[in-house]
């Protein structure tokens, strides 16, 4: 294309084949120059975009595997078992007392209660039964409450030191292994061991904890009228 242009503009000039024939020489050379400057220019580009992807990604954490190395794992599991005892002893002593509320009301109504006396005892036994289900449900809420607030303690004090685990491989976002599920990921990513070797420096590690005593157990069933009591209703039955 170029050859023909220079042809058709010699013929225009006037100038000499000699003269005509050096100048679109120069003039290819310089096209010539354009098109590798060009190129290379392209090429540069496409390299530093290249590199540029490269930079940040995605680290994955075990951060089961780090809590299990620092000992959190089993001082979160002891601390909740003393806890859980700790909320069944009161619920053992609220049983007993509410249990004593209902002893007291059957003994008031005396030997032969009257149809208004027993139906007393049946709502009084409902209510102390109500209560005693709520304090058990608060017990449990409480337990709960108390294993996400250690929990995240645990992660928000871990956060950065995984971040900066993530930094030193060049990635700048950190997906836990255990949720949403890792599918597959290239070892490369993990920063598992870095992690938890950065938290034990930083004094995240802790002893292991003394064993509970053992464990208290939960309440069961309810507030329940005397034996006596259940006895006559089920022979007036």
Known sequence: MHRNLCEEAMKRSGLSDRVWSRLC???NMRILIMNKFVLATLTTTLFLFSAGAQQGG???LDIDAVARQLGVEEKVRVDLIGMQNQLNQELQRTQSQLQNQM????QSAGANPTEEQRRQILATNQQLNAEF??????AQQTLAQERVRLINEFRIQLEPIALKAAEEKGLDVVLMKVTPPVFTYASSV??????AKMAEDAGMKVES???PAAPVATPTGGIEPSGGEKAKGKAKE
Do not use: H
């Open 103 to 106: 002893t007291g009301v059957e």
């Open 58 to 60: 995605v680290a994955v």
């Open 209 to 211: 904890p003394a064993e």
């Open 25 to 27: 020489a120069f003039l």
């Open 133 to 138: 289900n709520r304090l058990k449900a608060q």
């Open 190 to 195: 993990d920063i598992t061991e870095a992690t």
